[in-house]
């Protein structure tokens, strides 16, 4: 079946220009993450969906941020007015359950390479 | 911020060899896992170890977890060129809070063909 799939793979825009990023999970997963990950680096959380509520919004840098799950499937995250910090990889993972009661294995996307000039 | 620190930060060994892998953390966890990323690519779940489990194994992978030292690590037994990969380990809180995984930095794995 089809896995965790991330669109654009690259993303190149000027600073101050928003950007979306969109992540379709493996169908029928409940929770969706999204992370950043900066070169050399591990993933940093930034949010999490369960279903369309967004549970956990802690890890968003910025309120230049905003991710959204609005059908509880496809999600897209947006950055306003971007500048060169937000340069990195963005991931998005699935898991079939609740993230807050079970322990499960994430699911990655292959994520979004954004680089802002 | 991360959580976790991963030792060695970049190993290179001769296919056929054994890798290992550690992984410290610092606050109770509910488990840890281990991940693989590709260059380029993202990453792929490897083992998933509870809290209440000192070892485990998949495979060519046997992952240990001391919970009194925060620690883990990751053996590869008998490498393989299609190894060469960056090893993660990542863990999740006791009690919850955040719901997403926090990571560590990771080790560069170079199998030596």
């Known amino acids: 079946g089809a896995g965790v799939s991330q669109s654009p793979r690259y993303k190149v825009a000027k600073r101050g220009q928003d950007v979306a990023l969109r992540c379709d999970p493996i169908?029928?997963?409940?929770?969706l993450f999204w992370y950043q990950q900066a070169l050399g680096q591990g993933p940093e959380f930034l949010t999490y969906?369960?279903?369309?509520?967004?549970?956990?919004k802690s890890g968003l840098p910025s309120d230049r941020f905003f991710a959204e799950r609005p059908e509880g499937s496809v999600s897209t995250l947006k950055i306003q007015r971007t500048q060169q910090e937000d340069s990195a990889v963005y991931l998005c993972a699935s898991s079939p359950r609740p993230g807050q009661t079970w322990s499960q294995p994430q699911h990655f996307g292959d994520g979004t390479r954004l680089s802002i000039l | 911020s991360q959580q976790g620190e991963e030792d060695p930060q970049a190993l290179s060994i001769q296919e056929g060899e054994n890798a290992t892998m550690n992984c410290s953390y610092k606050?109770?966890?509910?488990?840890l896992q281990w991940y693989r990323q590709n260059s380029g690519r993202g990453l792929v779940h490897l083992i998933l170890?509870?809290?209440?489990?000192r070892e485990k194994h998949s495979g060519r992978l046997r992952v240990t977890l001391d919970t009194s030292k925060k620690s883990s690590s990751l053996l590869i037994t008998a490498s393989r060129a299609a190894d060469t990969a960056s090893y993660f380990c990542a863990t999740d809180a006791l009690g919850g809070g955040a719901d997403g995984l926090t990571f560590g930095k990771g080790t560069h794995l170079i199998i030596q063909p």
């Open positions: 169908s029928g997963h409940v929770s």
């Open positions: 606050t109770s966890i509910n488990n």
């Open positions: 170890i509870r809290s209440n489990e």
């Open positions: 969906f369960q279903n369309e509520a967004q549970l956990d």
